[in-house]
């Protein structure tokens, strides 16, 4: 059996994906939701079905195994769900269905982003210097220079150029070191 295209993945998820909040048109992940900037959402607003079903097939998603595929789960739409790459990555490699789908629940990115975030002010050991660390990102001069000193990184899970947040968090543990 050939594997799905995410197109028809998509398409034999749209009810469940409609009755669980997600926008049709704006393509993301279905466990974390994290979305692609605007580039793959659909532009315009009287996309016809086709087009709607057409458009996952662009966006930077991974067909992912809902029952493991060592466990005899097949390539059929019912059974991979589309997901980024870090969702992917740490995913449950499970014999139950149920077991994937209470996961997949509890994913959610604003975690993901603050644990990000704690590992970089740990690996800076800022951890007790809050306050300070907050001071900086609400200078506006300051962070303006910091962003403007960063190079630009391709992220392999979203597909899209982004400044990474270890390039701020370097410019600020200096700053606040050049400050002590
Ligand atoms: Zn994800």
Redesign the pocket.
């Given at each position: 059996m050939t594997m799905p295209t995410k197109a028809q993945i998509f398409e034999h998820w749209m009810d469940w994906l409609d009755r669980s909040g997600f926008d049709w048109g704006e393509p993301c992940?279905?466990?974390?939701?994290?979305h692609f900037d605007t580039k793959h959402d659909l532009k315009k607003a009287s996309a016809n079905r086709l087009e709607i079903i057409k458009n996952w097939e662009k966006a930077p998603l991974q067909r992912c195994h809902i029952i493991a595929r060592q466990f005899g789960g097949e390539d059929i739409p019912e059974n991979l769900f589309l997901?980024?790459k870090?969702?992917?990555d740490r995913a449950p490699k499970t014999k139950s269905r149920e077991a994937f789908l209470n996961w997949v629940e509890r994913?959610d990115?604003t975690t993901?982003i603050q644990e990000d975030i704690l590992r970089e002010l740990r690996s800076f050991e800022l951890l007790d210097r809050i306050d300070d660390v907050n001071e900086i990102l609400t200078d506006k001069a300051l962070m303006k220079r910091f962003f403007s000193n960063s190079g630009v990184h391709m992220n392999q899970?979203k597909g899209g150029s982004e400044i990474t947040l270890s390039s701020i968090f370097v410019q600020i543990a200096e700053e606040l070191n050049r400050r002590s």
């Open positions: 992940c279905w466990a974390c939701k994290r997901m980024c870090s969702c992917h994913q990115y993901l899970t």
